[in-house]
Nanobody, 124 residues
Framework: VQLQASGGGLVQAGGSLRLSCAVS????????MGWFRQAPGKEHEFVGA????????YYASSVKGRFTISRDNAKNTVYLQMNSLKPEDTAVYYC??????????????????WGQGTLVTVSS
């Protein structure tokens, strides 16, 4: 199983980025997917999650209204559109797979596969 996150980079505050996570080696359309992030010196933080079909999404309060998760099951890819970025969004972002497919899982322990992370840096 491979989860390949990409799309990170350096952006100014107020800007946008779209992260992608391409998945292989598992039945992608049966899994829920989540995004987490880890800022320097901090614990992993839940960002958002999506269920197997894309019909249900859930967000941390810190990103709700600014970030949007979507998925394309035909391309085995999940996306995280990040708008109105703030310096406090600076972190390594990770995608992860939830075997229940239900989405809405906010605990790291509920995910069984993880990507390698992509760095997002937001300058002020």
């Amino acid at each position: 199983v491979q989860l390949q996150a990409s799309g990170g980079g350096l952006v100014q505050a107020g800007g946008s980025l779209r992260l992608s996570c391409a998945v292989s080696g598992m039945p992608f359309s049966s899994y829920g997917m989540g995004w987490f992030r880890q800022a320097p010196g901090k614990e992993h933080e839940f960002v958002g999650a999506i269920n197997w079909s894309g019909s249900s999404t859930y967000y941390a309060s810190s990103v709700k209204g600014r970030f949007t998760i979507s998925r394309d099951n035909a391309k085995n890819t999940v996306y995280l559109q990040m708008n109105s970025l703030k310096p406090e969004d600076t972190a390594v972002y990770y995608c992860a797979a939830d075997p229940t497919g239900l989405g809405g899982k906010i605990s790291r322990n509920e995910y069984i596969y993880w990507g390698q992370g992509t760095l997002v840096t937001v300058s002020s």
